[in-house]
């Protein structure tokens, strides 16, 4: 059973490490939807009897999926903005933006989508291994 709350964490610390690494240090963005995808495997309130990689798995992807949305929206929001001022000024130029700026905003979107489910999973996977480590019981005769 997917724990929402997590996932909602985990997508919008997706969608902030994601937003801020690509601006800072580009070839860091991949590690938003995997702490994204960690969070929401570790905060999760099931017990851990209940869980296996695979859900978790999913779990994480679910996580990255939505970040890759919110990411996508805000791309195609942000950049109808710029489209609709240009397209005051230059009324020929902002109608071929817009299209320019919808399919851009589409792709990008996708690819946001697939990148945050797969390294969603991933993050997901290392969560789930990190909670089952936490549970270990050592015994001391």
Do not use: C, H
Request: charged letters at 10%; zero cysteines; hydrophobic letters at 50%.
């Amino acid at each position: 059973m997917t724990d929402w709350k997590s996932v909602g964490i985990g997508a919008l610390v997706n969608v902030v490490l994601t937003m801020i690494l690509t601006i800072i240090l580009f070839p860091l963005f991949f590690l938003g939807p995997v702490i994204g995808g960690l969070l929401t495997t570790y905060l999760s309130t099931e017990k851990l009897t209940q869980r296996t990689p695979s859900s978790d798995a999913a779990d994480g992807a679910l996580s990255g999926v939505i970040g890759g949305l919110i990411i996508g929206a805000i791309f195609i929001l942000g950049f109808s903005v710029l489209s609709t001022i240009i397209g005051l000024i230059f009324t020929q130029i902002g109608a071929v933006l817009g299209t320019i700026t919808i399919i851009t905003g589409l792709f990008l979107t996708l690819v946001s989508i697939l990148i945050g489910g797969v390294f969603g999973a991933m993050g997901g996977i290392i969560g789930y291994s990190m909670r089952e480590k936490e549970y270990v019981q050592v015994k001391v005769n």
